[in-house]
C-alpha cells in the first residue's frame, strides 16, 4: 500500500541537542511538506519542498532544517536553536509541483518530540 | 488577509445524534479552494473533502455533507447519524495564492 511513513513515533530529546525526524513516502508525489501542530492551534507549515534538491521555508522555519535528496525521503532536524520545539510534528505529500497546495494533502501519522 | 475560524473548539453528542462543524472563512480572492480533514485519534488527517469556489453545490457522502455558501463565507460540515468512530479532530483549510491556511480545528466527541 502506498502511504507516508514517519518515523519514530515518539521522540525524547534532552534540550541543546539537534535531532532527525524521518518521512518516506512511496505515492511517486513531487511535493513534500512538515507541518507543526501544538494543542488548540491548527497546522503550521515549517518547510515544503516541490521537487527533488529544492525545498522552501514555511511560516515557522527559524530552528529546522530539511533535506531533500530524494524523492522518497523528507527529512526534518529538529536543531537546539529552536526556541520550543516539543511539538506533533506531521509529513505530508501532494502530487505536482505546480499551484501544489490545491492538491488534497496525505499525511504520515507523525511523530510527537519531546524535549526536556 | 486570509483566515479561517472554526469557532467550536469542542462538540460532545450521544451517538446517531447529527452534528454540524462550522468553518467560516476570510478570503480577498475569488479562486480558491476549501478543504475538510479529520485527524483520528491515531494522528494522521486524512482528507474528506475539496471544493471550489466555483461550485457552491452542496455534497454528500454517506452521512457526511458539506455546505458551501459564498455569501456568509461558510463550509459547514454536517455528520448524519453520528458513530462513535467519527470521534476526531476535524480541520477546515482554505487554499488560495499558493497558500493552505488552517483553521483551529474541532474536536468532535461521540458518546455511546
Known amino acids: 500500500d502506498g502511504g507516508i511513513t514517519q518515523s519514530p513515533k515518539y521522540l525524547f530529546r534532552k534540550e541543546g541537542q539537534n535531532v532527525t525526524l524521518s518521512c518516506e513516502q512511496n505515492?511517486?508525489?513531487?511535493?513534500m511538506y512538515w507541518y507543526r501542530q501544538d494543542p488548540g492551534q491548527g497546522l503550521r507549515l515549517i518547510y515544503y519542498?516541490?521537487?527533488?534538491?529544492?525545498?522552501q521555508k514555511g511560516d515557522i522555519a527559524e530552528g529546522y532544517s530539511v533535506s531533500r535528496e530524494k524523492k522518497e525521503s523528507f527529512p526534518l532536524t529538529v536543531t537546539s536553536a529552536q526556541k520550543n520545539p516539543t511539538a506533533f510534528y506531521l509529513c505530508a505529500s501532494s502530487i505536482g509541483t505546480t499551484d501544489t497546495y490545491n492538491s488534497p494533502l496525505h499525511f504520515g501519522n507523525g511523530t510527537r518530540l519531546t524535549v526536556t | 488577509a486570509q483566515k479561517v475560524t472554526q469557532a467550536q473548539t469542542e462538540i460532545s453528542v450521544v451517538e446517531k445524534e447529527d452534528v454540524t462543524l462550522d468553518c467560516v472563512y476570510e478570503?480577498?480572492?475569488?479562486?480558491?479552494?476549501l478543504f475538510w480533514y479529520k485527524q483520528p485519534p491515531s494522528g494522521e488527517l486524512v482528507f474528506l473533502i475539496r471544493?471550489?469556489?466555483?461550485d457552491e453545490q452542496n455534497e454528500i457522502s454517506g452521512r457526511y455533507s458539506w455546505n458551501f455558501q459564498k455569501s456568509t463565507s461558510s463550509f459547514n460540515f454536517t455528520i448524519t447519524a453520528s458513530q462513535v468512530v467519527d470521534s476526531a479532530v476535524y480541520f477546515c483549510?482554505?487554499?488560495?495564492?499558493?497558500?493552505?491556511?488552517w483553521g483551529a480545528g474541532t474536536k468532535l466527541i461521540i458518546k455511546p
Open positions: 519542498s516541490q521537487i527533488v534538491n529544492d525545498f
Open positions: 483549510a482554505h487554499h488560495s495564492n499558493y497558500q493552505l491556511i
Open positions: 478570503t480577498r480572492d475569488t479562486t480558491y479552494y
Open positions: 471544493r471550489n469556489s466555483f
Open positions: 505515492l511517486n508525489h513531487d511535493a
